[in-house]
């Protein structure tokens, strides 16, 4: 399955986080790291004061299911020191399912597509450089969404 992760980071040395959270990636068994956009710097929405974000988008390959792929990202994010002690605070690193392939989940802890992509520029400027079509695939997963 075509996946794209959001990925961001604003705490340490911000583009050495990602690169490892890339290589946790790349090492993992079921997944296939196929393209990376360009990282662009941005400042935080919402949340308290904080540093400015490196963000950007991973198109990965893989066999893993949704929940399993949340899974592996959350890890990843453990091992990189993420603390989730304030709603959109600072963190190490930020890995978040944008689109699976063309499905939809609405489940407690996993909605797919991700719900407020569409509004950050951050995500979707990285999102249609390295998928210019993917414009074109997400107004029928909207279609969707927005009839259940």
């Not at 079921?30 to 400042?43: A, P």
Request: proline share 8%.
């Amino acid at each position: 399955m075509k996946v794209f992760i959001g990925v961001g980071s604003n705490l340490d040395n911000r583009k050495e986080n990602i690169q490892k959270a890339i290589e946790y990636l790349k090492s993992d068994p079921h997944v296939v790291v196929q393209q990376l956009s360009t990282f662009i710097e941005t400042d935080s929405e919402g949340g308290p004061p904080q540093p400015k974000y490196l963000n950007g988008v991973i198109q990965i390959e893989t066999g893993l299911s949704p929940r399993e792929l949340l899974s592996v990202l959350q890890s990843i994010e453990c091992r990189l020191g993420r603390v989730r002690a304030v709603r959109n605070g600072p963190r190490t690193i930020d890995l978040d399912i944008l689109l699976y392939g063309n499905i939809v989940v609405e489940e407690p802890g996993l909605q797919i597509p991700h719900p407020r992509m569409w509004k950050r520029t951050f995500v979707m400027k990285p999102l249609l450089e390295i998928a210019p079509y993917a414009e074109m695939e997400i107004k029928p997963l909207l279609k969707k969404i927005n009839s259940q």
